[in-house]
């Protein structure tokens, strides 16, 4: 079965519930799905710790949304890939965000009618589905350093790019490290 669209989860107004425990009867996650995120650091990371970047470009949400992982990983490789493309070892991208909480879903049997079948409170919870990031307004999602300033412009360009991929207004920041 495919995966609910974005707008299903992406715009919740608290926190998600999501208790684990380490003695599974008291716990309502039962299993910990597997995080999709391949890698969070990609790119020379031996010249970004030795400060010889001199430009910082940052993708920021603008609003407090939940960013499924799958979106986040989308995003990730469609920046890897016109990065490894135009700038191959000149470049340093972090992912920023983690996802941290369970999505749940009760499956509904179709048509209206109660979304828990047969089973009252006892599986209220429904099955996890997936993994989001609550990411708040400001909070920076992808950080993309360089060498010089063409690359800069080269990841600005990229992260023009993926900005449709994300469930989120967000904004493009171009500065430069002292």
Do not use: W
């Not at 920021?60 to 960013?67: C, F, H, K």
């Amino acid at each position: 079965m495919a995966i609910r669209k974005a707008s299903a989860y992406s715009k919740m107004k608290v926190r998600p519930f999501t208790r684990t425990s380490r003695n599974k009867n008291k716990a309502f996650i039962k299993t910990v799905p597997q995080n999709k995120i391949v890698k969070y650091h990609i790119g020379n990371q031996k010249d970004y710790r030795a400060g010889k970047h001199a430009y910082r470009v940052l993708l920021l949400s603008e609003e407090r949304v939940q960013m499924r992982d799958n979106a986040i990983e989308a995003a990730r490789m469609a920046l890897t890939k016109s990065m490894d493309e135009q700038a191959l070892g000149l470049y340093y991208l972090a992912v920023k965000v983690y996802p941290h909480h369970f999505l749940r879903e009760n499956k509904t049997a179709g048509g209206a009618g109660p979304d828990r079948i047969s089973t009252g409170m006892t599986q209220s919870f429904g099955v996890i589905i997936g993994r989001a990031a609550l990411v708040q307004p400001g909070q920076p999602v992808f950080i993309i350093t360089g060498t010089t300033d063409k690359i800069a412009r080269i990841a600005r360009d990229s992260l023009v790019a993926i900005k449709s991929k994300l469930p989120c207004k967000t904004r493009i920041i171009f500065e430069a490290i002292k």
